[in-house]
């Protein structure tokens, strides 16, 4: 297959369908569940589609280290090449690789002003023309309703869409992890900054993914989409 | 001196930039009685440490080639290898991590594993070399060796195990916990030669009772008897350290130490560490390759009475002629023995043998196995093996990487071109990484080395030291060329201008090769080439890819396949086949869509946070690709692939930019292809050239 049709057929296309044409610069998207469900593999997956276009990712951490998450990228890229049979496999690898920064941070020492700062700085100084940001592994527990809204202030001032991953835990929640709409409770009070959520069910050998949440639109609910627990990929 | 190698350690000390190292070095000399006075690197008093002893190295505050020295602490005899800290040098690092059996990793308090702490980690490794930590200038603002014990921990991989706890940090630190006598020590008198041991201050009781514990349950992983010990309640101090020298030594533990060597705190404990938990030569297998049955691997043995296996590992030009660093590896030496070096076959006697320190030395008249020492009036190459007359090995090749960068250089008079002649052979002894050659057609001398500074160093060792005042050209990366498609050729060499003609055909393909330079698959069948030219074939393909049509850079990744041809009785000979195919080679290179590539350094830069925004700058400037940025705190550490071409006076710009708060280190990555318009620019110019050429 050539790259072309392979981002024609992603599945990701049928994603986007789902949420009336994607995310959208300016907009905030989280995907939601518990842990080691496959949020980050969601994530790396949805950044890599936009890597095949030729849109420049940056992929921002709290958690785990660089190393890791380059390892996610690679796996995720050659489960691709392979399921699709992709032509020029390497050139395209190195072509993609010009497009992705990763920006770590230890959450403890991270101020949100200084993580958009650094994200803006390399927008401007390092001349890198992102139009996805992917934040992986930041602590809805730990944060503001002041902090959701700085991100979205900041997607809208760069036109950026920015996805986050959200780590539900179910310990904390007494009353069950979702109130009676399917939004994760945690969630609840940040809403109004989130413009699409979906949330990961992990059922019987594969992962179900449910919107709740899209722009301004009723949510269609469960995608004719899964995420294959072996390859960790959307299909 | 003893001449038990139980009682021995090979030890060097590994670091990044500035972590203290020399310092290091100049205290335990001190402490073991071997100088009278300590000095700094970069020193109040002009002296400058004494580990440092080239003028320039005193001058830049930088150590570049490592000085062996040789002390005594409680007993036993320990061999220092002082190793550069700075990425232009690695090739000396390694070449000291061969010949050693132990190694001290120093740590900043503040700054923790950086950069260049990794690349050494990771040469460590590679020659499987057991290292202790420790961990330096706890005595600075911002000392968080707790921090950098994790860091061991995540970063490197290290079982990391803190053998201590700081008795106060920054300006508050005076001494430490020992966690396994469970006493505080403080370090006395001027220069804290006076150890005064006293109980653990009340404050520090608790977090010492958790520390120790933690201790005890890694050392118990590597014996059982400590662990019954404990469970019975009585546990030795010798049962502890023979079981964390266990693990050390099958290099799954780290003891971690603590200190400031500035501050004169710490440093006694840590050479109890070297003595307790590195290796002796003996506990260390090594083998030697042998020459007689190909690639054979032989087992060394530690033992005196061996015939005797070493390895020259470093060169020095000293005043009274070449100094010769060896290790023993097996057997022992004395004054008058006759060895040979096993490379060039020759018979060498030995006159005199040495201990060194650092500039001064001391006639010796044995050396025993394990020992490393110093030979006086040896010709030898670095990295050549001697052995006793009969027998027939080499020590492993050491890993040498390819020259990324070269410098033409012109004596200013004649004199200089003597003496910088001489200059050129001493250095391409010394590091071989570092080559020179003269270039056939400028009929310049070009020196090749592994980045900027390396090749600086060299041309103000060549002034200082040989008086060879020399002018250099522009800096010039080592392009390469390389094919992007296969394509097949058809070729036929004829001449016939009376006499003896010349007659040879070649038909095959040439193909991208993934790994490797040069390949060259014989398919010819049927005698279509008599067997005898097929070699002319070979050496006539290799003629064409040492230079390349685009730029006239070497050509690599090329797999040249010949399955057919034709031949004459009369007229071919071997040198109508070496024509053919470079002939069938220049012809088939135009088609195969060659391109240029480039080496690709591989730079992390690290600094306070506040300058990110203009590092991604300078990194985006240079064709850089940034792969991560790292924040923690407000220290940054930003990793990038960037072009070599591009990297010249990096550190100057780096320095206005960042009030000299930043710094950087680069190695080579790989070789990458250069974008078209940089491509074009190259091509021009290298047409440019040859019409110069051609027209004078």
């Known amino acids: 297959m050539v790259k072309a049709e392979l981002i024609k057929r992603s599945p990701l296309r049928v994603f986007e369908k789902s949420i009336h044409g994607g995310l959208g610069p300016g907009n905030i998207g989280v995907l939601a569940s518990p842990k080691g469900v496959g949020k980050t593999a969601c994530l790396v997956h949805i950044a890599t589609d936009k890597l095949f276009q030729g849109k420049p990712v940056i992929h921002v951490s709290y958690s785990s280290r660089v190393d890791y998450i380059i390892t996610w990228y690679e796996d995720i890229f050659k489960e691709i090449a392979k399921n699709r049979r992709l032509r020029a496999a390497v050139d395209i690898h190195d072509e993609i690789i010009k497009n992705r920064v990763i920006m770590n941070f230890k959450q403890e020492g991270a101020r949100t002003e200084q993580v958009l700062k650094s994200v803006e700085a390399m927008v401007t100084f390092g001349k890198f023309a992102a139009q996805s940001v992917i934040v992986d592994g930041y602590d809805f527990t730990q944060g503001t309703c002041g902090d959701l809204a700085k991100f979205k202030e900041f997607a809208a001032k760069l036109s950026l869409e920015v996805w986050f991953s959200a780590s539900l835990k179910e310990a904390e929640a007494e009353a069950g992890l979702y109130d009676a709409a399917g939004i994760p409770v945690v969630l609840t009070p940040l809403c109004a900054s989130i413009d699409v959520l979906i949330t990961l069910h992990a059922t019987g050998d594969h992962v179900e993914l449910k919107v709740v949440k899209d722009h301004g639109h009723p949510a269609v609910g469960l995608l004719p989409l899964k995420l294959d627990p072996k390859t960790l990929l959307i299909i | ?231 019975e309640d009585r546990a030795t101090e010798a049962l502890i350290h023979a079981a964390l020298r266990k693990g050390t030594i099958a290099r799954k533990l780290t003891p971690v130490f603590l200190g400031s060597a500035y501050k004169n705190k710490g440093v006694q404990p840590l050479l109890d560490g070297v003595v307790r938990y590195l290796p002796s030569p003996a506990d260390v297998e090594n083998t030697a390759l042998s020459l007689e049955t190909e690639g054979a691997e032989v087992k060394l043995t530690a033992d005196d009475a061996a015939p005797a296996v070493l390895l020259a590992f470093k060169l020095e030009d000293g005043p009274y002629g070449q100094l010769s660093y060896i290790r023993i590896y097996q057997g022992s030496l004395k004054k008058g023995d006759e060895i040979t070096n096993t490379r060039s076959r020759q018979k060498v006697k030995i006159g005199r043998l040495v201990r060194m320190h650092a500039d001064s030395m001391e006639d010796i008249a044995f050396a025993g196995a394990g020992d490393i020492v110093a030979l006086f009036g040896i010709d030898c190459a670095s990295g050549d093996t001697f052995a006793a007359p009969g027998l027939a090995v080499a020590m492993t090749s050491i890993y040498v990487p390819e020259p990324v960068i070269s410098l033409a250089i012109r004596p200013v008079d004649n004199k200089a071109l003597d003496r910088m002649a001489k200059a050129l052979n001493r250095f391409t002894k010394e590091d071989p990484t570092f080559r020179t050659f003269v270039d056939p057609e400028s009929h310049e001398t070009i020196i090749q080395g592994m980045g900027e500074l390396h090749l600086e160093v060299y041309v103000e060792r060549m002034k200082r030291e040989y008086d060879a005042e020399v002018e250099t050209g522009k800096p010039q990366v080592a392009y390469r060329e390389a094919i992007s498609q296969a394509v097949e050729f058809d070729y036929t060499h004829k001449k016939q201008t009376g006499g003896a003609g010349q007659y040879g055909r070649v038909i095959g393909t040439i193909e991208p090769l993934a790994e490797g330079t040069y390949e060259f698959v014989n398919e010819v069948k049927g005698g279509r080439i008599p067997r005898e030219f097929i070699l002319a074939c070979d050496k006539g393909f290799r003629a064409a890819v040492r230079k390349g049509d685009l730029i006239g850079f070497p050509i690599t990744g090329v797999r040249v396949r010949l399955s057919d041809g034709a031949s004459h009785d009369v007229d071919s000979s071997d040198h109508a086949f070496q024509a053919a195919a470079i002939g069938a080679f220049r012809q088939a290179y135009r088609k195969a869509k060659p391109q240029i590539l480039e080496p690709i350094m591989k730079v992390s830069v690290e600094g306070p946070s506040e300058f990110a925004g203009n590092i991604f700058g300078t990194i985006n400037q240079r064709r850089g690709i940034i792969v991560s940025s790292v924040e923690d705190g407000s220290f940054s550490r930003v990793d990038a692939e960037v072009p070599l071409s591009e990297m010249f006076g990096y550190s100057m710009v780096l320095r206005s930019l960042t009030q000299g708060k930043a710094e950087f280190t680069m190695e080579f990555l790989k070789y990458g292809r250069v974008p078209a318009a940089v491509a074009e620019a190259l091509i021009a110019e290298h047409q440019g050239r040859n019409r110069d050429a051609g027209a004078k």
């Open chain 2, 1 to 231: 001196m003893s001449t038990n190698n139980a009682k021995m350690r090979n030890i060097g000390i590994s670091a990044h930039i500035d972590s203290g190292k020399t310092t290091l070095t100049e205290r335990i000399l001190f402490y073991c009685k071997k100088i009278h006075r300590t000095h700094e690197v970069k020193g109040k008093d002009g002296v400058g440490a004494t580990m440092d002893h080239m003028e320039l190295e005193r001058e830049r505050g930088i150590t570049i080639t490592s000085a062996a020295t040789y002390v005594e602490w409680e007993g036993c005899s320990i061999n220092i290898i002082d190793t550069p800290g700075h990425v232009d040098f690695t090739i000396e690092v390694e070449r000291s991590l061969r010949v050693l059996d132990g190694a001290v990793l120093v740590l900043c308090a503040v700054g923790g594993v950086q950069s260049q702490t990794i690349t050494v980690d990771r040469q460590l490794k590679r020659y499987n070399v057991p290292r202790i930590a420790f961990i330096n200038k706890c005595d600075r603002i911002g000392a968080n060796p707790l921090k950098v014990r994790d860091q061991l921990e995540d970063k490197l991989r290290h079982n990391a195990v803190l053998m201590q706890i700081p008795i106060g940090l920054e300006d508050k630190f005076r001494g430490v916990v020992d966690l396994v006598t469970q006493k505080a020590i403080y370090f006395d008198g001027r220069d804290g030669e006076n150890l005064r041991v006293e109980e653990i201050p009340a404050e520090l009781a608790d977090e010492a009772r958790v520390r120790r514990e933690a201790l005890l349950d890694a050392a118990s992983m590597f014996s059982d008897e400590l662990t019954e010990a404990l469970l």
